[in-house]
């Protein structure tokens, strides 16, 4: 049975202390003697998190040490306990403390340096995945009323997380709100290729006790259960937006998912999993990623096709943009070393991330509170998710 650790574990700002702000800079060596007297917290300034809080906390020392910080950002569960227990039932936040635990201090693309980290213990590996093929393998209509009703069944849990990790200041960022300019796509796709390049067919992505959690679900009958309660409503909603020819995609991912969930985690290469531009930071000395909150190691596709969803204007010419993007994307991880992943599979790939993403809109429409300013993810990613669609699924 998971437990919780005997000290204090912050979950929101109100609860953050100096004292514990001190101890958290200490365990990490960048502070030694001087102490945490005064601290502000506000906004991070780099998007919006839909399972967890990342807040901005300025420093006030009582002397000057050399590496002791300005400022920290400190992340959190989320406050909305729906979202929340979604985001645990798919390890969101166990998987971004293994990444920074385990990944960050020798990873080829710059990342936040790791402060601090503490969380209560979870349940054990084997109990977990006992419990995931329990409900995996429940009668369709019980998934589908336990899709209708996953934000209530899928309890939050009373762990406690706390992450806290270097502010990287004076950072440019695209919201989702915003489409970047085509020089911003290319720096990240040289990027992506050169982490991607960096793990190519290491043996550890293929080891479970490092990383264990399935890029796409855990359980794929489940999250079936989800889409099926939810589909035909979503349609209705907003017809507009989920088309004829988007829910054909959307509809041959739920079809074909057990078979595409194992194709999709082939333990290729490292995955950051998250590819939005939010979570994709300019700063003075290079591109930054943050958030690895769905890390894991699969295709390639995946990151690349789901960055390209949501960051190409939709329109006529769309789909001819994202295929000479993917094109470059591929030049430049073959440049940088990998030449047994051929062209062709790699672009079916990116078409099979595009029948994943519709799903995807499908599944935040109907069962997250994912909202930008009023709007929902979904209406905002749908129009750029329909025009890179080509016109029929893949034939698999």
Request: glycine share 8%; with cysteine.
């Amino acid at each position: 049975m998971a437990r919780r650790l005997p000290l204090e574990i912050p979950q929101s700002v109100e609860e953050l202390t100096v004292g514990w702000l001190t101890d958290a800079v200490r365990s990490s060596g960048l502070a030694r003697d001087a102490r945490v007297v005064g601290f502000k917290a506000g906004s991070p300034g780099s998007g919006v998190g839909f399972q967890g809080q990342t807040i901005r906390v300025s420093l006030d020392w009582d002397v000057d040490e050399p590496d002791a910080p300005a400022a920290l950002l400190v992340k959190f569960p989320s406050a909305n306990q729906g979202n929340r227990g979604l985001g645990e039932a798919e390890g969101a936040y166990d998987r971004e403390f293994d990444f920074y635990e385990r990944f960050s201090a020798d990873f080829p693309v710059r990342v936040p340096r790791l402060v601090h980290s503490v969380r209560d213990p979870g349940p054990p590996q084997a109990a977990r995945k006992r419990q995931e093929r329990i409900v995996n393998g429940l009668p369709t209509p019980l998934l589908g009323f336990i899709g209708r009703h996953a934000r209530r069944l899928l309890r939050a849990s009373n762990r406690r997380y706390a992450l806290v990790l270097e502010y990287v200041p004076d950072a440019r960022v695209t919201t989702a709100l915003d489409l970047p300019p085509e020089d911003d796509l290319s720096t990240i796709l040289a990027t992506l290729a050169r982490m991607h390049a960096h793990f190519w067919r290491r043996s550890v992505l293929a080891d479970k006790t490092v990383i264990e959690w399935s890029m796409v679900t855990q359980m794929p009958n489940a999250m079936n259960g989800v889409y099926r309660a939810w589909r035909d409503d979503v349609v209705l909603r907003d017809p507009a937006v989920f088309t004829e020819r988007f829910m054909r995609h959307a509809d041959w991912f739920r079809d074909h998912i057990v078979d595409l969930v194992v194709h999709l985690d082939e333990p290729l290469t490292f995955r950051h999993g998250d590819c939005r531009t939010d979570n994709m930071l300019f700063a003075a000395g290079g591109l930054v990623l943050v958030d690895f909150g769905v890390m894991g190691s699969g295709r390639p596709a995946g990151d690349v096709a789901y960055l390209l969803s949501e960051t190409i204007p939709p329109g006529p010419g769309a789909r001819d943009i994202f295929l000479r993007l993917c094109r470059e994307y591929h030049g430049a991880l073959v440049a940088a070393g990998v030449d047994d992943h051929p062209l062709d599979e790699f672009l079916e790939d990116c078409d099979i991330v595009l029948a994943l993403q519709a799903y995807r809109a499908v599944l935040i429409e109907g069962a997250y509170e994912a909202d930008y300013d009023g709007d929902s993810l979904a209406h905002l990613w749908g129009p750029r998710i329909g025009s890179l669609l080509c016109k029929e699924p893949p034939d698999r």
